[in-house]
């Protein structure tokens, strides 16, 4: 358990991931309109977030994997992208953590 929590505070760790954080957390507010993908229900393509982070595409994808494999967003595939969602509930949990532990 808290070797997940460690690997969780080294995914926030980084400011362009806490960023993509915040503009998942409104994403219409944050990214035009996709052809293939509902901003809400399926999440911001890669190339969107990657191109709003000012980095390439691969840069903008080892950030998006840590942030996924700390549980902290979701990815789904449509068609040859990959689209990214916020999971609140992980995020709160980890919310939760800091404040009573902290």
Known sequence: MEEDFVFVANALAHEKRLR???????????FPPQVDGDLI??????????????VSPPTASQHL????????IKATRIKKF??????????????K??????
Request: hydrophobic share 45%.
């Open 20 to 30: 993509i954080l915040e503009w998942l957390k409104d994403p219409v507010g944050n």
């Open 41 to 54: 229900k399926d999440g911001v393509c890669s190339m969107y977030i990657a191109d709003k982070l000012g």
């Open 82 to 95: 990959t689209f990214y969602r916020r999971e609140e509930a992980a995020i709160a949990a980890v919310a």
């Open 97 to 102: 953590r800091i404040k009573n532990e902290l």
């Open 65 to 72: 994997a840590l942030l996924r494999d700390a549980g902290l």
